[in-house]
């Protein structure tokens, strides 16, 4: 089994910076790409940010240039960098890795989700 455990969201100001961290621990062979998903009251889940494991990333539009995804691979860890916050980035947020396990089978995984609301 595979888990991930998000941290470091909360209530900020507009204008305003958080950092998500996501930790991936259990029976990892190896972790491929790893993602930040978010999800707004009545709304779809949508892709904010994805990093693969040699580090290529992609963003939404509606972040680029004010999000940052990275990864560190030693500690199966990945990050989002959020600055400029909007109140229209209040979402819970959700982690997402592809990781080969120790089988060596590839599964995707979830984290529980971290709350950002971003108001005055």
């Known amino acids: 089994q595979v888990q991930l455990v998000e941290s470091g969201g909360g209530l900020v100001q507009p204008g305003g910076s958080l950092r998500l961290s996501c930790a991936a621990s259990?029976?990892?062979?190896?972790?491929?790409?790893m993602a930040w998903y978010r999800q707004a009251p009545g709304k779809q889940r949508e892709l904010v940010a994805g990093?693969?494991?040699?580090?290529?990333?992609n963003y939404a539009d509606s972040v680029k240039g004010r999000f940052t995804i990275s990864r560190d691979n030693a500690k199966n860890t990945v990050y989002l960098q959020m600055n400029s916050l909007k109140p229209e980035d209040t979402a819970v947020y959700y982690c997402n890795a592809n990781v080969e396990t120790m089988s060596r089978r590839e599964y995707g995984y979830w984290g529980q989700g971290t709350q950002v609301t971003v108001s005055s």
């Open positions: 990093i693969t494991s040699g580090g290529i990333t």
């Open positions: 259990g029976s990892i062979f190896r972790i491929n790409g």
